[in-house]
């Protein structure tokens, strides 16, 4: 199942067809095993990854370090599940180190984010802190490389 699992990660397009060639595995038993890792919450989406700087929708990524209370009796998840519940929230990650989750948000401008964090975040009781951080430029993102060099494989010719 993993080898299914890591091609269909890489690139979700494929076939069962397509994956079969790849494992040597019939295309029956191919589409039983996505059938079950979908129905075991194993597969929980296919995403189509977007180099949004080459559109002309500009959005504005922040990665907020958030640090909070637990509540008695419901731990990170519950707060967690308040927080990624916003419909601004992308993701949203328990951590180790120096703060609690890290939550992923994307808006139209700095000041919307902003103001979700200010407005909706911030104001939660149970939040204690937050530090927001702009992503400038995305180099790599799930393994995909977003403005690869071209390589010029030409021979310098000295006369």
């Known amino acids: ?19 079969a060639v790849m494992t040597g595995r019939e295309v029956a038993e191919v589409s039983e095993i996505i059938a079950k890792a979908e129905s075991d919450n194993i597969i929980v989406g296919y995403t189509t990854l977007i180099n949004w700087e080459k559109t002309e929708n500009e959005n504005v990524l922040a ?16 707060v967690a599940e308040r927080i990624y519940k916003f419909s601004e929230v992308q993701s ?24 979700f964090v200010a407005e909706k975040l911030a104001v939660q009781d149970y939040v204690l802190s937050t530090s927001t951080h702009f992503v400038l430029k995305k180099y790599k993102d799930k393994g995909v490389i977003f ?13």
């Open 92 to 115: 949203c990650y328990l951590m180790s180190g120096g703060f609690d989750l890290t939550v992923v948000i994307e808006g139209k401008t700095m000041k919307e984010v902003a103001l």
């Open 147 to 159: 403005e690869k060099k071209q390589r010029d494989d030409r021979e310098d010719i000295f006369i």
């Open 1 to 19: 199942m993993r080898e299914i699992l890591e091609i269909l990660q890489s690139n979700s397009k494929y076939t069962a067809e397509e994956i």
């Open 63 to 78: 990665l907020i370090e958030v640090r909070v209370t637990p509540q008695r009796g419901e731990g990170f998840d519950k």
